[in-house]
Each structure stands twice: as structure tokens, then as C-alpha cells.
């Protein structure tokens, strides 16, 4: 059995940073595509960022680019998002995502097999 656990959510004022982490049990961040996700308050589920696990390549929506960053370390299990220059826009739960049921990893896709139970972040 699959989990994800998010963690490094919190509050933080416009133009912060928070660094997000989500440790898998069982090797799951060697299959394909994992990726975040978040929902804000009033707000239906967007992706932000996928990463692929063959080649690295990442992903991104137009509201994480140049601010967010997706990484991973299989050694430690462990999927990062790293983001900066956060805005009260970015207020939401935030999930982490794997084993993407897609043909292809990136944003676009929403089907995956395991997700975390979400982590809050505010921004005031």
C-alpha cells in the first residue's frame, strides 16, 4: 500500500518562500510521472508542476513558472516543491500526486493512482 505524506505548509507573507516536501512510502517515485497539485479556497483542483522520473523533465502551469520548482530524490523517497515570491493567489491546500494513469507526463494530466492527504498554505 502506496502513501504519500505532505508536510512544510504554513503562513507566510507575500513575497515568501516555502519549500514543501512529500515522502512516499514504498518505492513509489520510481514510476513515471509524480507531480503537485493545490486547491484554493473556493476553487476546483489545478496541477502546477509534474516532473518525469526517467529524464527529469519537468513541467509547468503559467501560475507556478518561474516561481515554483519541482524536484525529487529517490534515495530519499522524497518529492520537493520549491516556491518563491509567493502571492495571496497561491492560498491553498497542496497535494502531491503519483503514478500518473496519463500517456504522457505533465500538467495536463490528472489521473494518478496515489495522492497525499494535502498540506495548507496561506499567503497574506
Known amino acids: 500500500h502506496v502513501q504519500l505524506v505532505e508536510s512544510g505548509g504554513g503562513s507566510v507573507q507575500a513575497g515568501g518562500s516555502l519549500n514543501l516536501s512529500c515522502v512516499a512510502s514504498g518505492t513509489v517515485y520510481n514510476r513515471n510521472c509524480v507531480a503537485w497539485f493545490r486547491q484554493g479556497p473556493g476553487k476546483e483542483r489545478e496541477a502546477l508542476a509534474s516532473?518525469?522520473?526517467?529524464?527529469?523533465?519537468?513541467d509547468y502551469t503559467d501560475s507556478a513558472k518561474g516561481r515554483f520548482t519541482i524536484s525529487r530524490d529517490n534515495a530519499e523517497n522524497t518529492l520537493y516543491l520549491r516556491m518563491d515570491n509567493l502571492k495571496p493567489e497561491d492560498t491553498g491546500i497542496y497535494y502531491c500526486?503519483?503514478?500518473?494513469?496519463?500517456?504522457?507526463?505533465?500538467?495536463?494530466?490528472?489521473?494518478?493512482?496515489?495522492w497525499g492527504q494535502g498540506t495548507q498554505v496561506t499567503v497574506s
Open positions: 516532473i518525469y522520473i526517467f529524464n527529469e523533465n519537468t
Open positions: 500526486a503519483a503514478d500518473a494513469g496519463c500517456p504522457l507526463c505533465g500538467v495536463y494530466c490528472y489521473t494518478y493512482n496515489h
